[in-house]
């Protein structure tokens, strides 16, 4: 088996191919519930409260986990957790299909985030171990990162559509079936892989980490219906605590779950803040744009995953190609380069309502779609290519727990801001703007080491 000291001497294709699959089917069930969340609330009996669960389970179950898969896939085996986590996905999306409550679906719900943290931590991982530094790794990271914007846009139209076949329960069946592939495939195509050097399990690291991401991802779902809520405000306190406990616990021990000296690194702190910003003013904006162009313009569902698409689709072109750019720009400074693009084309959205033509919001669309790609791509290379070979699951966890926190900081100030109407959109539009330049700025401004 392959260990990160040895040279690969020819390099799978199923070693980029799986993981780039597993991730476009882990981001399209992110993103699947936007279209039928009130076809979902009405067969399950859930109220307001509930609609908004039913969009955010998956997100404590992703962040609460990454940084933790990504470290036992450095230590156990990255296939090993890779099919764990397609094992899961497909339990517990039957889980999903089949609840008849609230409880079993936003368990279920949960379950799902924690394997598609595995199937990103680990396929990241193991893309990394089989592509070598330089153009073949930033053409490999360049294919990962398409997939994130693809299933961000393919989710909603892929559910809806499949509701109107059926009802919400098939695309729950069809991702069970997608997981099962995918952990069949991988048992048959890729290589195991590790750390040459494992580390100990961290705990308590793990604990800390856990409870007070699920203390924060608790208090910004309940916040979207009142931030003053005495329940919220005690949820953040806890979320300081504990995970202010996690700085301390990972400063005294010996092998960490996150290593914080890697936050000496320019490389890995510039992936960390693009991840942040990429996850609270792209992903958060962008996943929740579906629902503001049904309210604001009276699109159908399907209609306003069509205009997602072409973001969806340039970000995806961009991504392939953003491995053009290695031999002119540094990774940062693609990474910079796309959040201002992002940032940009948000700009253009600025405005819309129903009198908006609907040319105006696709030319932003294209905009931050191109930015968004080279984004996503840079990112995936700066997550593994910023820390130790050994640590490759360690900064792809970090990484994406950066990213899909920020997405949930992200999802519930649109959902928050949008409550007023289309002013209120507006103003979400902006502050994300606002946040994708300033992000591009911080992180062209770091100075990398030689």
């Known amino acids: 088996m392959a260990s990160d000291t040895a040279t690969p001497t ?5 070693a980029l191919v799986i993981p780039s699959a597993a991730t476009l089917l882990a981001l399209m069930n992110y993103t699947a519930p936007v279209t039928t969340v009130p076809a979902t609330a009405a067969t399950l009996h859930a109220g307001a409260t509930g609609q908004i669960w039913i969009l955010s389970t998956i997100s404590v179950g992703l962040s609460t986990t990454l940084l933790a898969v990504g470290g036992l896939a450095d230590n156990f085996g990255r296939r090993r957790i890779f099919v764990i986590g397609a094992a899961l996905l497909a339990v517990a999306s039957a889980a999903c299909a089949l609840a008849p409550n609230t409880t079993v679906f936003f368990a279920g719900h949960i379950v799902q985030g924690a394997a598609s943290a595995a199937l990103l931590a680990a396929g990241l991982g193991i893309i990394a171990h089989s592509y070598p530094a330089g153009r073949l790794r930033a053409h490999a990271t360049g294919i990962w990162g398409a997939m994130l914007g693809a299933g961000i846009a393919l989710g909603p139209i892929a559910s809806a559509g499949l509701a109107d076949v059926a009802d919400w329960r098939l695309w729950y069946w069809v991702a069970a079936a997608g997981s099962v592939a995918l952990g069949f495939a991988t048992l048959r195509s890729v290589p ?3 750390a040459e ?11 800390s980490m856990a409870a007070g991401i699920v203390a924060l991802t608790t208090a910004i779902t309940l916040g979207r219906s009142g931030w003053s809520q005495p ?9 300081v605590v504990l995970l202010g406990g996690f700085v301390l616990v990972e400063r ?9 000296a ?3 690194r320019p490389g890995f702190v510039a992936a960390t803040v693009g991840a942040l910003v990429t996850g609270v003013a792209v992903i958060g904006l962008m996943s929740s744009l579906s629902a ?14 069509l205009i997602l698409g072409v973001w969806s689709g340039l970000s995806f072109v961009s991504a392939l190609q953003a491995k053009r750019l290695v031999p002119i720009l540094t990774a940062r400074n693609v990474l910079a380069t796309g959040l201002a693009l992002c940032g940009i084309g948000e700009l253009g959205l600025i405005g819309f309502g129903p009198d908006t ?4 919001l696709l030319i932003g669309l294209a905009i931050a779609g191109i930015g968004s790609g080279f984004a996503n791509a840079s990112l995936a290379g700066l997550a593994v290519g910023s820390v130790p070979a050994d640590h490759a699951g360690m900064g792809s966890g970090a990484n994406n727990t950066a990213r899909y926190l920020g997405a949930s900081i992200g999802i519930a100030m649109i959902i928050s801001l949008s409550q007023s109407g289309p002013h209120g959109a507006n103003v979400a539009v902006v502050v994300s703007a606002a946040l994708s330049l300033t992000g591009a700025g911080v992180i062209a401004f770091i100075r990398m080491s030689k």
């Open 10 to 14: 020819s390099i799978s294709r199923a």
């Open 192 to 194: 195991e892989s590790w």
């Open 197 to 207: 050097n494992a580390r100990r399990t961290d705990v308590r690291g793990m604990a």
């Open 231 to 239: 329940v919220v405000l005690i949820l953040f306190v806890a979320a």
């Open 252 to 260: 005294q021990a010996r092998e960490p779950l996150l290593d914080l």
């Open 262 to 264: 890697l936050f000496r």
């Open 292 to 305: 503001l162009l049904q309210r604001t313009l009276d699109v159908s569902a399907m209609e306003s995953a």
């Open 357 to 360: 033509s609907i040319w105006w």
